[in-house]
């Protein structure tokens, strides 16, 4: 079941809608806005469900920002990846 994101013209709300089918959510209007009512909402083109949390940057911000965590990822000092790999061993070892 695809999640679509949706903004309102009225209120500026930003909301997500689960629909039935991808047929269902091209065929149908989209769904009003939960905190004013307004019809006045537009599909925003991320789905909610790959770019959750990200609201309200722009694909190439959220490349950036992805890019960056990968970034601080790889740079964990490497003691701290040892001591997590020997308490990671010491939970699996019988
Ligand atoms: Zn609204």
Redesign the pocket.
């Known amino acids: 079941m695809p999640i679509y994101e949706y903004s309102?013209?009225?209120?500026?709300?930003t909301f997500a809608h689960l629909w039935r089918s991808i047929q269902a959510a091209s065929a149908a209007p989209a769904p009003p806005?939960?905190?004013?009512?307004?019809p006045?909402?537009q599909r925003i083109l991320s789905p909610v469900a790959v770019l959750g949390g990200m609201g309200g940057l722009t694909p190439g911000e959220q490349a950036a920002a992805s890019a960056q965590a990968t970034r601080q990822a790889s740079i964990t000092p490497k003691a701290q990846i040892d001591s997590l790999r020997q308490s990671k061993a010491g939970k699996e070892a019988p």
């Open positions: 309102c013209a009225g209120c500026g709300q806005c939960p905190a004013c009512a307004s006045e909402t």
